[in-house]
């Protein structure tokens, strides 16, 4: 019989298409992750990849493997799921994963009491641009600004997140307020990459400041806001964020960015399991004196700024 763990490496590669993310995915070394899909290919009689120096694609065998392979996975982890915790009370392990800078603004802050009452349970809070899954028991308890769409996903709706448009006082000083009417032209832009899911403000910014320049990108609302504070240009931040980064001026689009809802997920197998029940009820309520923080409902007025020199910065 062919052993669960070889084929778990073979979904890793698999997925990643590569050996190095199947590797840290699987938290083992490049080096393992190559020798096991050797052995697997030897068990088997047939190459279940295609190697090339772009990666590994899934040959043939590797097709007809697959269905199969992701069919015992399923299975495993409802097995893990349904066990997990059942009986350990409110201790164990959580994975708990979100936006960076939703972990480090709001979620970590507001573990220290959980932790203070609940001595036996530790969180791992997994700050990542990627949506882990929780079918695949990559995290226990996610949050995300959009719906999930696993149907064994149970999920509620837990704040609203409102965004504003931001700039420096030295960004301003230097190349005046924006002009909308003029979709910022010759303005620079500091704007999120397309990698994280659902970055519903990309478009926003397109109609708004169609002409200004896209100066830097980048995958995570911490280093949009520092980039930002640093004078690199105008950034489109949520307001909990923005509003707290010191140097940073809240202007008035003729729009507002687009909200977003902010939901939580856990896998309905392990819905019950009571550290993750402690955990969810905590959070709910927790985020509830912050929910006017999160979506501010009044838009500051901007003074005018006075143009400087540039060169005499």
């Given at each position: 019989?062919?052993?669960?763990d070889d084929?778990?490496?073979f979904?890793?590669?698999?997925?990643?298409g590569?050996?190095?993310?199947?590797?840290r995915?699987?938290?083992?070394t490049?080096?393992?992750?190559?020798?096991?899909?050797?052995?697997?290919?030897?068990?088997?009689?047939?190459?279940?990849?295609?190697r090339?120096p772009?990666g590994?694609a899934?040959s043939?065998a590797?097709e007809?493997v697959?269905?199969h392979a992701?069919?015992?996975?399923q299975?495993?982890?409802?097995a893990?799921?349904?066990?997990?915790?059942?009986?350990?009370?409110l201790?164990?392990h959580l994975?708990?994963?979100?936006?960076?800078?939703?972990?480090?603004?709001?979620?970590?802050?507001?573990?220290?009491?959980?932790?203070?009452r609940?001595?036996?349970?530790?969180?791992?809070l997994?700050?990542?641009?990627r949506?882990?899954?929780?079918?695949?028991?990559?995290?226990?308890?996610?949050?995300?600004?959009?719906?999930?769409?696993?149907?064994?996903?149970?999920?509620?709706e837990?704040a609203?997140?409102g965004?504003?448009?931001?700039?420096?006082?030295?960004y301003?000083?230097?190349?005046g307020?924006?002009?909308?009417?003029r979709?910022c032209?010759?303005?620079a832009?500091v704007?999120m990459?397309?990698?994280?899911?659902?970055v519903?403000?990309?478009?926003?910014?397109?109609?708004v400041?169609?002409k200004?320049?896209?100066?830097?990108?980048?995958?995570?609302?911490?280093?949009?806001?520092t980039?930002?504070?640093a004078?690199?240009?105008?950034?489109?931040?949520?307001?909990?964020?923005?509003?707290?980064?010191?140097?940073l001026r809240?202007?008035?689009?003729?729009s507002?960015?687009?909200?977003?809802?902010l939901?939580?997920g856990?896998?309905?197998?392990?819905?019950?399991?009571?550290?993750?029940?402690?955990?969810?009820?905590?959070?709910t309520?927790?985020l509830?004196?912050?929910?006017?923080?999160l979506?501010?409902?009044?838009r500051?007025?901007?003074?005018?700024?006075?143009?400087?020199d540039a060169?005499?910065?």
């Amino acid at each position: 019989m062919l052993d669960w763990d070889d084929l778990r490496y073979f979904l890793a590669v698999a997925r990643h298409g590569n050996l190095s993310a199947a590797a840290r995915a699987l938290k083992v070394t490049q080096p393992t992750v190559g020798r096991r899909i050797d052995a697997l290919e030897r068990r088997l009689g047939a190459k279940l990849f295609r190697r090339s120096p772009s990666g590994f694609a899934l040959s043939a065998a590797g097709e007809s493997v697959l269905g199969h392979a992701e069919r015992m996975e399923q299975g495993a982890l409802a097995a893990e799921r349904a066990a997990a915790g059942r009986d350990a009370g409110l201790t164990g392990h959580l994975r708990v994963t979100a936006s960076e800078w939703l972990a480090a603004r709001v979620l970590g802050p507001l573990l220290a009491p959980f932790l203070a009452r609940h001595p036996g349970i530790s969180v791992e809070l997994v700050a990542d641009a990627r949506w882990l899954s929780l079918p695949r028991r990559e995290a226990d308890i996610a949050f995300r600004p959009a719906a999930f769409e696993h149907r064994e996903v149970f999920q509620r709706e837990v704040a609203r997140i409102g965004f504003g448009l931001y700039a420096s006082e030295a960004y301003l000083a230097e190349r005046g307020l924006p002009d909308f009417d003029r979709q910022c032209e010759g303005h620079a832009l500091v704007t999120m990459s397309d990698e994280p899911p659902a970055v519903a403000d990309l478009a926003w910014l397109r109609a708004v400041a169609a002409k200004a320049r896209v100066a830097a990108r980048t995958n995570g609302r911490e280093a949009l806001a520092t980039m930002g504070a640093a004078g690199v240009g105008l950034v489109c931040l949520p307001r909990y964020l923005g509003d707290a980064t010191a140097g940073l001026r809240l202007l008035s689009p003729p729009s507002p960015p687009p909200e977003r809802t902010l939901w939580l997920g856990v896998h309905r197998d392990t819905r019950g399991v009571p550290r993750v029940k402690a955990l969810v009820a905590f959070v709910t309520d927790a985020l509830g004196p912050l929910r006017g923080a999160l979506r501010p409902g009044a838009r500051p007025r901007l003074v005018a700024v006075t143009r400087v020199d540039a060169r005499r910065r």
